[in-house]
């Protein structure tokens, strides 16, 4: 067991510094550049564009800036944003919070109801309670986000007016009132794709498993029913579902990019969009590390917990 | 309403309007004795540089306006007011001497820097010298790198020499901030405090930043100038227009900057209680910009047919719902060198077949016309994610495409068209808004003069590569000339000339469409100034 | 509720049903934007800016007009023909990628698995937009690059679903009998293995078509989608939103075309998934 994860984790290491140095040369062989956004304006010239571009080092050759760049990371300087100047630390930790507290919402709720949607329709499969979450599941992951949060804002803040349409407070008040008011929207948008995929997959997962001989078994030796859906069957459907939230754990940064947007919630799906519309390299590159070790991360957690929920797979 | 800071100010306006009612009737709200109150200004853009020396865009400046001042600044009319100098010099005043040579700023007494310290002429001396430090990364060096020995004659008195006449140089000060040196002095200037946390002589100080969110400032009582009577402004970053407009009708912004609002938004803005729309000129002006070194549009004659068969009418009362008015000229119309005696467009579809007949271009294969092998087929390409402009794009196809020209749209992310391929002249026609003047001044060196072609190793932003020997004896002239009269005549024949060429094909003057919240007055559209934040100082909530 | 679990042939007969609709629905679908051209008076680039904003059922124009005065059946039509191809051809390239690597890795195991797991991990590693934009910057535009933009950032999560189903599979009785018997490793992994893991599979398949669909909207906003004037399901949703309340049909139907679509193809692999699981097929 620990040699396995002394494995994981020095396999991760190098993936990381291989993500970094395919991430690095995209963005930077990317077209355009961080002073794009300056050249349409009036009073910068070329020779004030290209004097600037020097000063920040975008000059020098591509395996030189990397080197620097990784240099510097290791030593805990990951650079500063081209945008404000802050450190990119920093930066991503302005960011971090809004997005946490957006997803985590997000995702109890949509954990919680999906489960229970998609167990209750595996159990009464083909029941109208069953068609209609199949059918409400399905239509929610065929609705646009982006789509859906419009119209929800059109609903609920331009007519009737029940609630604030976008942002995470109201500046000059910040209640615990007020931030709950700002969050109900937003988290609702998010949360209705995440409801369909949990119960998807909770549902096929239940199926799977109900069918399984050793739950016939059971059903043959008499065992109450609820007792082999709780003990037997739930705790089995259960297992692929470890899979599904490590796989989710990065969309906890890009996932809710679209919704970030349509609230004008300032998190890191923004974040990570505004740094790459203005080629904001460190930040970029900042992101795309933090990202990356939050996937290693969750990757090594779902091998963990597959292997102690079952023991049949060894880990060697 | 659910807003309970609008509940909150409603309450005081009562009792205040309970007060005044005897005696004011309909007369003209006053503004505050003491700044009251707070307004939200969405963006969609966020304003991140605070050190207002840096490179920058609109948004930022919209900040700066509030932060800091500069010696003087360019009215709405067009009229330089002195703000941290007691004087704009001029040839009169003898600020400027008579060659041009040696200039003389007379400075304000009394002003302070947000933490208390006094502004004095060393201030100026330091800013415009670090303008010019070759290891700090400063915006814009145009006019600044002509300034030669500094020196201060007095606290409030400072004088230069510039190492040639330059006129715009005046404009360009009117957009220069000045920075405080003994926060910069002895520290990188490219990594300061300072620049996250700026300290000014403006009417608002720095409150907080909370990144990809929101800025606040709080009013500064020191202020040396009229205002501020508001008791904080909140700058909004809203990155969507669609949701910026939203929030402006829901009531959660008090005021669209900038982008402002869509022109398909508009109509029904104005049915918004509530709610005040300005449809104001802006300095923009929205042009087809050929690349003159690509094919087909490098002959004269295309570019006059192209231009004859554009529905003008069509595409500004269509797609821009008739707000912007059209244009001739790279010049706004307010501009006192704006020349409005160019020849008017006129939509002439067969007079336009005709010129491509007479110049050689056929019909080939497909109704496209060549001409020694050239087909006359170009792309246009402009920022994505622009759905106005791409409509407008698509009516200028089918127009096209009636004279036998094939256009191909080609867009492109904002960091991708505005990179190598817009300053290297990389493109072949691009749809773009631009103002061409330095602050209020008419000087387009940069865009027109045959040394400022980037792709060429110039130094400006001819990106359409136009070269024309007589246009640039008159930019070097234009730009020497401190009599208004006289430069007016030089910047009108340019006007001509570049009309004459069409180095552009001018679409229209743009219209910024911005909202305000009804009972916000102050607010006073300015094209001189990038950014209608110019002055929140004046702006007050009615009573 | 219990009158569904008494009466397996109403059960099959609604299964049927749902299955029967998606099929029927997608048939449509692609039968009319493939078909439905041919039959219309209008093109769907002809620009006719007096006549714009048409509603619905206005005039000749069935479905309305668009911001151009374009009719909204003909570019509802053109543009899922984009859409369609768009989805099925990434989904189906994403599919076969993720399977061929999850089954290879979960069933070798030892490090070429590991090695393959690895790679899945490391690509993963890139947020989705992040990979879709340092893709577009190598290819130019166009119908191709975007299913292959949108499949090279959607096979993964099929790779690790497969691979976690093979590798648990693998170890089961059947499997290890198989071996014992002297079968080889591609006819077990082809024959008993690969069967075995379908449900997740096709699930999985059904997510991705929507997801594949979506992409392509977001692929246009991020400014590598299809260029206007060609419509897609995703670029007119795109550009009705600021039309959405002064002209709504421009983002309702779109936006209905793309739920429709999504949704038939979600119900069709739900009755694929019955059809093909070996132990319902048993019973």
Redesign the interface.
Known sequence: MSGFLARRLG??LV?LV??SM??FA??H?????????????????????DR?AE??GLNRPLPVQYAEWFWRMLQGDWG??Y????AVLN?IG??LG?TLQLMLTATLLAIIIGVVIGTLGAI????????LA??GA??A???????FG??A??VF??WL??L?????F????GSPL?LLRHLILPAMVLALVETA?WS??MR??M??VV?QDYIRTARAKGVPEARILLRHAFRNAAL?MI?VLG?QL?TL??GA??TE????W??MG?????S????DYPV?MG??MF??TL??LG?LLADLL?AVA?P??RLG | ?????IDRRAVLGLGAAAALAPCTGQAQPRPPERPRG?V?VGLSQ?P???NPLM?G??VDQGVWWNLFSPLWYTDPEGNLVPDLAREVPTLDNGGISTDGLTWTVKLRQGATWHDGTPFTAEDVKFTLELINNP?F??????GHQLVRDIRVTAPDEITWRMEAAYAPYLS?LS?TFMVPRHLLSGVDP??ATF??APVGTGPFRWGAR?????I?LTASPAYHGNGPFLE?V?F?????L??LY??F??G?VDHTSIQGISPPFVREARTLRGRVIHVNPSASIEHIAPNLEFGPLADKAVRQALYMAVNKRALIDAIYYGLPAPTESFLPRQSWAFNADLPAHKHDPAAANALLDQAGWRRGAGGVREKNGVKLEFTNSTTTGNPVREQAQQLLMQDWRGIGATMRVQN????????????QSRFQSVM?G?????GADPDVT?RFHSS?I?AKG????NNYQFVNAEVDGLLVQGATQFNQAQRRATYQRIQALVREELAILPLFQSAAVEGVKEGLNGYRPNQNT?SNCWNIREWFWTA | ?SL??SAPAF?RF??HR?AAFGAATIVLLTLGCFLGPFLLPFDDTTIDVMNRFAPPLSGAHVLGTDELGRDMLARLMMGGRVSLIVGFTAMAIGMALGILVGAVAGFHGGWLG?ALM?FV??V???????LL??LA??VSPGLLSIIILIAATSWM?VA??VE?QV??LR??DFAVAAQVLGASDARIIVHELVPNAV??IV?AAT?NV?RAI?LE??VSFLGYGIQPPVPSWGNM?NNA?IY??SAPWL?ILP?LA??????SF??LG?GL?DALDP??RAR
């Open positions: 396999q991760s993936l291989l993500v395919v991430g995209i963005l062989l990317a077209p355009g550049g961080p002073m794009s956004q300056f050249a349409s304006g009036s009073d910068m010239t070329q020779e004030d564009l600037i000063q920040l500063r944003s945008r404000d100047g802050e930066v302005s960011h809004a009464r499969r083909h029941s109208i309670f069953d068609t199949t059918v399905m239509i992951l065929s609705i646009p986000t982006f789509w419009l119209v804002i059109y803040s331009v007016d029940w604030p349409s976008g942002n995470r109201t500046p000059g008040d007020d995929i998807r997959f096929s997962s199926l799977d069918n692929p899979t796989l990065p940064l890009g990019l679209v947007t349509v609230f004008t300032p998190g923004r974040l990570f969009l505004d790459i519309s203005y080629r970029v992101i795309l990202s990356a996937v290693l990757s597959h079952d049949r797979i | 309403m659910v807003d309970f800071r707070q939200i966020e991140t540089v605070f490179p865009i609109e290891s990364r400063a915006r814009s060096r145009i360009i957009l490219n990594t620049n996250s909370q990144p990809g969110d929101n606040t904080r909140v909004k970053y809203i990155p969507d669609t949701v939203t929030q009708r829901t959660q492109m992310p904002a960091a991708v068209i505005w990179g190598e391929f817009w300053q773009v631009v103002n061409f003047t330095l940069p400022a980037g110039g130094r400006g932003q990038s | 509720m569904a679990l059960r609604r299964r749902l590991a690895r991990d490391a993963l590693c890139f947020p989705t937009i992040f934009l340092a910057a190598l999560d690790r679903i976690g590798k648990s170890e089961r449900a997740p699930v997510l929507a979506l909207s977001y949703l939103q959405l309340t983002a936006g793309i739920t429709l679509a999504v949704t979600n119900f739900d998934r132990r319902m």
